[in-house]
């Protein structure tokens, strides 16, 4: 794959469950940190000031109170967060059952394809993925006729796949059924409770997106949340972590139902068209880039190109240490321009566009002189001078005492 503007290739193949283990690991060694397993939320209240969360544990039965500024329900499709702040799901009506079938081949089988293949078959439909190493996954659709406990046996999975694979090439791993939905919150904060990840939305499996979107949701929280616990912002900066999250999950949702269409098209010419939007003149399906939704940050502005806001970075290496822009910036804003801005946070990491070839390219694209990345990476804003730079930046940025030549505005 070519390397793409944000310094990595358009996609990988990984097992999710492998990534869930090593996230686990990174957490449990933070020492403020406790996890805990075989819990569950009984209820959440809150005041102006903090939520108090009831737990009980499982094999205990033990109940305890924990209190926090603020609270993620991370909690999945069925969140027990989203009900209790009673947030209403929007149904986009795809819904179907598919079995998933994990093997582990036993000897090479190059013949099978380094991708995935969406068979479009409108009586059953099936995708097939290359897995990381030698796993490799079918996801099959069910008929409304088949039942979950029939189709999961091995004789019944084996005769699906005897087209491609034998038990004498491959063993099973794992079989489930799950339903595919598409649904997303109408709300996705209550005062000091937030819902991310598959709480506030579920996405049928057809663009791979399922985890990344929910992903994206904690870079854009966990920067705001950093910033007003810390006292930077204020409390209304998080406003925007639904303004401009929601819209976006719902473009991947509403994109992963048109290929869900598409796969189970009757007509081969009708198939053609609904696809033809969304590919490369080769052939190649196109991954989609919607900019975040509006809001108090992505707001047009006069001095802004409004085009780029909201949209994801570029990323480039430093020079002269050849590292990515994210390895020297680390989680944090970062301004761009060919001079040093003045009256701003010390946070704030600075890169000289006058000494570093990529980072001037990169201005010469946003047809710029300055630009602002936030933590999450996506682009606050792109100006033609420094100074309308700083006009246009959240007050949270700026200190005051280092303001020099600048204008000081009202804008937070």
Known sequence: QDITPQGWNASYRLHQ????RLLRKKLEGY???????????TSIDQTE???AIRTQTGSTNRSETYRARYVIGCDGANSQT???????LDDYGFQERWL???LILKKDRPDLGDHSIQFCRPDRPMTYCRGPGNRRRWEITLLDTEDENRVTKPVHIWSLLKPWITTDEASLERTAVYTFKSQ?????????????????????????????????????LAWKLASVINKDAEHPLLDSYEDERNPHARAYVEMAIKIGQIIRSINHNDALNDVSGHRTQSGKM???T????????????????????GRPASQFRVQPSNELMDDVSGYRHVIISNTQPKGLKDSIFWINASEQEEADKLLKDLNAEAAWIRPDRYLGAATKSIQELYEYLPNFLKNREKCGDYNETSFS
């Open 17 to 20: 469950p492998d990534l869930e």
């Open 184 to 220: 997303v919150a109408r709300n996705w904060r209550h005062g000091r409770i937030f819902l991310a990840g598959d709480a506030a939305h579920v996405t049928p499996p057809f663009l791979g997106q399922g985890m990344c979107i929910g992903i994206r949701d904690a870079f854009n």
């Open 31 to 41: 020492d403020l940190v406790t996890l805990k397993t075989s819990t569950r939320v």
């Open 290 to 309: 919607p900019k975040l939704g509006p809001s108090s940050l992505t707001a047009p502005r006069s001095n802004s190109n409004t085009d780029v806001e």
């Open 82 to 88: 989203r009900t209790m702040i009673k947030s209403e």
């Open 286 to 288: 196109q991954s989609i």
């Open 100 to 102: 998933v079938i994990d």
């Open 49 to 51: 000031t903090e939520a």
